[in-house]
């Protein structure tokens, strides 16, 4: 599909699945090697990671455990200043290899939020593995160690992202039309 409408808002075709796919593969590629013999602990931030989270993790093939977290921070299209955890951390981070998994980092509000929370559990080192993310909305000093794609800050939905909890299931990823 070309153009999509979801409630109110038109979307247009913005970057297809195997492009998708193919920029996930060598995330993978990087990850398998760079943490090799490290043990890590999967923390994949939910709702919109899981598509990501689960085609990342089938191609991850080192010893690895894999845990989530549910935050929020976004409300309709726009981000909110306020991070609400909705599910926490059950698995102790002490001393391990951290890997946060994120759908889309923006502004790095959410992700910011969740270091800080994860550092005063004293874990070895943590890193970043996110789908997207977008340069030019950053407020933070975000440095993700695994980028699968940079992109403008439009809005998007599909492949786990949504809009007002729909267009997750998309496969695709659409931008919303001006």
Do not use: W
Request: charge should be negative; aromatic fraction near 8%.
């Amino acid at each position: 599909m070309k153009n999509i409408k979801i409630k109110d808002k038109e979307f247009e075709l913005f970057i297809e699945a195997e492009k998708i796919e193919n920029s996930i593969d060598r995330v993978a590629d990087r990850i398998n090697v760079d943490l090799k013999d490290k043990n890590p602990l999967f923390i994949v931030v939910l709702n919109g990671a899981f598509m990501f989270a689960a085609d990342l993790l089938k191609k991850i093939v080192i010893p690895c455990e894999i845990t989530f977290v549910r935050l929020a921070s976004y409300q309709g299209t726009e981000s909110m200043e306020s991070v609400q955890e909705i599910l926490g951390l059950t698995e102790s981070v002490e001393n391990r290899t951290v890997v946060i998994v994120e759908d889309i980092i923006d502004t790095g509000n959410t992700l910011t939020t969740l270091i800080e929370e994860l550092k005063k559990q004293h874990p070895r080192e943590i890193k970043i593995a996110t789908l997207f993310l977008k340069p030019g909305a950053l407020k933070y000093n975000l440095h993700p160690d695994y980028v699968a794609m940079e992109l403008p800050s439009d809005f998007i939905v599909g492949y786990g992202l949504d809009y007002d909890g729909y267009g997750r299931n998309l496969t695709d990823i659409y931008k919303l039309k001006n």
